[in-house]
């Protein structure tokens, strides 16, 4: 395995974060790989490198930094809040081929004032960046996907459509694809009898078990089913919910002009107050959240002139629940992050830990410091 060279501006970094409080965390290259694949997103699993150990555990290069920094505080019964600092290779398969590169970052567990740690790791990255490019042009984009969610849910749509759609978020293609099924008149459950499907119309899901049982019986298959009769008839009505779920024309035109604001952060909490009244939906705690920040942001003394709300932008990892950011240069991401309340908790922490976080990408910032070298968003 080729060991790159660190950055030249490696230590500045490291000095830097220290200065924020920091404490530096080593972290194993070869990491156990299921945690990646059950909760980093499609984007990431699909470029892992993964391996074997002599015992057959499934295991991988270090493919990003949040979820074993995650997994190391859950380990060593560390209290909170902590802020934990690291630098170091990542492994990732990329268009360009170049699959090994420097990331930096800073996580930040346990804060309880969200608001207050949500504007910090955007002033930490910010701050950052200045200082390594301080002649770039550096422009902001921050979502949030605790709004997106708000606004679904009080479209009224099933819990599994709305599942599907908070997945989904960040990705305007699988985005488009979700509202265009959305916007069909209500559909079936395919390959089902009359007499099944008259259960599955009444909600019935006891006698479209008992159906199922009866029938598995009789073929002689329910002693080689791997699912039950009430597993299979539990799936077919959750299955059926989501055939009928449907937007109206209404509903769908309020989702798509929430998914169209654009505007500049300064102007972003007036922007969804009008959206939220015009629309007649209660999205009012959603909207708090996004207002403390907001006055948070402006409190650390953090310059909005560069930065962009996107109602539809998210980030390509599953694992994040509210704030979502990036920032870019010269048409390159050097930053992003946000915040991922429910990690901890799904790798296995016993109480809820707030948390949120940003990366550097060290190669990207390194172009931008040699332009001559060229760069390009990878």
């Excluded at 060991?3 to 974060?17: E, H, S, T, V, Y």
């Excluded at 709305?162 to 488009?176: E, K, P, V, Y």
């Excluded at 959750?238 to 937007?247: D, E, P, T, V």
């Excluded at 169209?260 to 705690?285: C, E, V």
Aim: net charge negative; glycine share 8%; hydrophobic share 45%.
């Amino acid at each position: 395995m080729t060991m790159l060279n660190q950055p030249d501006f490696a230590d500045d970094i490291l000095a830097l974060f220290a200065q924020r409080d920091a404490r530096p965390v080593d972290i194993p290259v070869i990491q156990p790989a299921d945690p990646f694949l059950d909760m980093a997103g499609e984007d990431l699993r699909r470029r892992i490198f993964l391996t074997e150990s002599e015992t057959g555990k499934s295991l991988c290069l270090r493919p990003e930094f949040t979820i074993p920094v995650c997994l190391r505080h859950i380990e060593t019964a560390s209290g909170t809040p902590q802020r934990y600092a690291y630098l170091g290779q990542v492994f990732r398969q990329r268009r360009d081929g170049e699959n090994e590169f420097y990331q930096a970052g800073i996580e930040d567990l346990g804060n309880a004032d969200i608001a207050a740690a949500d504007a910090a790791a955007v002033r930490d990255a910010s701050d950052t960046l200045k200082a390594l490019v301080p002649n770039a042009d550096l422009q902001t984009t921050l979502g949030d996907q605790t709004v997106f969610e708000a606004v679904v849910a009080a479209l009224g749509l099933p819990d599994g459509w709305q599942t599907r759609l908070i997945r989904a978020f960040g990705n305007a293609a699988q985005l488009d694809a979700l509202l265009q099924s959305l916007s069909q008149p209500a559909g079936h459950v395919p390959g089902l009898d009359d007499e099944a499907s008259a259960l599955l119309s009444k909600n019935d899901e006891a006698g479209l078990a008992a159906l199922i049982d009866g029938r598995m019986k009789a073929t002689g298959y329910l002693s080689n089913a791997s699912r039950t009769p009430d597993e299979i008839a539990g799936r077919l009505i959750q299955k059926a919910r989501l055939s009928i779920a449907h937007l109206d024309a209404k509903a769908l035109d309020i989702l798509k002009t929430f998914l169209a604001l654009d505007a500049p952060m300064s102007d972003a909490p007036g922007a969804l107050a009008a959206f939220a009244r015009i629309a007649g939906l209660d999205i009012n705690s959603a909207l708090d959240v996004f207002n403390a920040r907001m006055a948070a942001l402006e409190d650390t003394g953090f310059d909005l002139s560069g930065t962009r709300y996107r109602a539809a932008f998210g980030r390509p990892l599953d694992y994040y629940t509210g704030l979502v950011f990036e920032m870019s240069a010269q048409g390159a991401v050097l930053a992003g992050g946000g915040r991922f309340d429910r990690l901890l908790t799904l790798l296995g922490a016993q109480t809820t830990i707030p948390a949120v976080g940003f990366s550097l990408w060290l190669d990207r910032i390194a172009a931008t410091r040699s332009p001559a070298k060229g760069g390009q968003n990878r």
